[in-house]
């Protein structure tokens, strides 16, 4: 089974700082990596599939890339309501692993 | 637009089982892979189980595996999660979600809470 490791746990920020989440493979999974976002009590949303398409709808401020085993995704200019946890997941093979979730507090 | 609504969570005791539902609407059922993915109190999200569009080919988590079985009725537009032998760890809100380009998910149900305790 493939491993994902998403850092850091947590992280706080200011509005329009620039924020960096980072998420390992075990293996090499090309770019079958998809990143969301999730609000309590919400249903997680789709942000960027194949680690660097943005999916309908989503600002442009963010912004995924990599390949391979490491990616990256990027808030250009954190806003208010950015506040959620993220989770990148591969979907390369089954099982489809979830990374552990990066929660973003807003400063 | 897109619809998915889960029911049928609860309150079950150890070594019980029960049966998720997922409504779907908005979109040709019969033509898109699902997925179920779980996320325990204070924990993460976890991937769960997979059902291809064709109804045939299934996944499971191997922390479910030979317990919980994925399925669905095109007619109803219905996705199930049947679970058997559930254990304390199995406590979780359970969500539907619908497959979209490169595997990704790009639909969810606003999730069924299930609790397994005596």
């Known amino acids: 089974d493939i491993q994902v490791t998403q850092s850091p746990s947590s992280v706080s920020a200011s509005v329009g700082d620039r924020v960096t989440i980072t998420c390992q493979a075990s293996q090499d999974i090309t770019n079958w990596l998809a990143w969301y976002q999730h609000k309590p009590g919400e249903a997680p949303k789709l942000l960027i599939y194949?680690?660097?398409t943005l999916h309908g709808g989503v600002p442009s401020r963010f912004s995924g890339s990599g390949s391979g085993t490491d990616f990256t995704l990027t808030i250009s200019s954190l806003q208010p309501e950015d506040a959620a946890t993220y989770y990148c997941?591969?979907?390369?093979?089954?099982?489809?692993?979830f990374g552990q979730g990066t929660k973003l507090e807003i400063k | 637009q897109v619809h998915l609504v889960e029911s049928g969570g609860g309150v079950v005791q150890p070594g019980g089982s029960l049966r998720l539902s997922c409504a779907a609407s908005?979109?040709?059922?019969?033509?898109?892979?699902m997925h179920w993915v779980r996320q325990a109190p204070g924990k993460g999200l976890e991937w769960v189980a997979f059902?291809?569009?064709?109804?045939?080919?299934?996944y499971y988590a191997d922390a479910v595996k030979g317990r919980f079985s994925i399925s669905r009725d095109i007619s109803k537009n219905m996705l199930y999660l049947e679970m058997k032998s559930l254990r304390a760890e199995d406590s979780a809100v359970y969500y539907c979600?619908?497959?979209?380009?490169?595997?990704?998910?790009?639909?969810w149900g606003q999730g069924a809470l299930v609790t397994v305790s005596s």
């Open positions: 908005g979109f040709t059922f019969n033509t898109f892979a």
């Open positions: 194949t680690a660097s």
């Open positions: 059902l291809g569009h064709d109804g045939i080919n299934k």
């Open positions: 997941q591969q979907v390369n093979s089954f099982p489809h692993s």
């Open positions: 979600a619908k497959q979209y380009h490169w595997n990704s998910l790009d639909y």
